[in-house]
Nanobody, 122 residues
Framework: QVQLVESGGGLVQPGGSLRLSCAAS????????MGWYRQAPGKQRELVAT???????TYADSVKGRFTISRDNANNTVYLQMNSLKPEDTAVYYC????????????????WGQGTQVTVSS
């Protein structure tokens, strides 16, 4: 089992910045993929950014140039630095880890955090 704890959400004015963190814990040996998704009211959950264990990143077009994903493999933590925030970035942000090698030698997939609210409003 893998547990994910997110932090860093809140209320920010347009143009402001926030940094989200997600720490993974549990019986894992290695996490291959970590990422952030978001879900706005009345909309489907969408990908924001992902990062591989080696540091390869992908971003949604809507956040390119404004958001930066990074990770600390030693501490099993993933971050999302969000700059130049817009009202349309308002959503619940979810941490995701995928392709986890557990200490028992099994691969497990697709764990989700509980979500953290980000509200961009003046």
């Amino acid at each position: 089992q893998v547990q994910l704890v997110e932090s860093g959400g809140g209320l920010v004015q347009p143009g402001g910045s926030l940094r989200l963190s997600c720490a993974a814990s549990g019986s894992m040996f290695r996490i291959y993929y970590m990422g952030w998704y978001r879900q706005a009211p009345g909309k489907q959950r969408e990908l924001v950014a992902t990062i591989s264990r080696g540091g390869t990143t992908t971003y949604a077009d809507s956040v390119k140039g404004r958001f930066t994903i990074s990770r600390d493999n030693a501490n099993n933590t993933v971050y999302l630095q969000m700059n130049s925030l817009k009202p349309e970035d308002t959503a619940v942000y979810y941490c995701n880890v995928d392709r986890v090698l557990t200490v028992s030698g099994r691969y497990e997939n697709d764990y989700w955090g509980q979500g953290t609210q980000v509200t961009v409003s003046s």
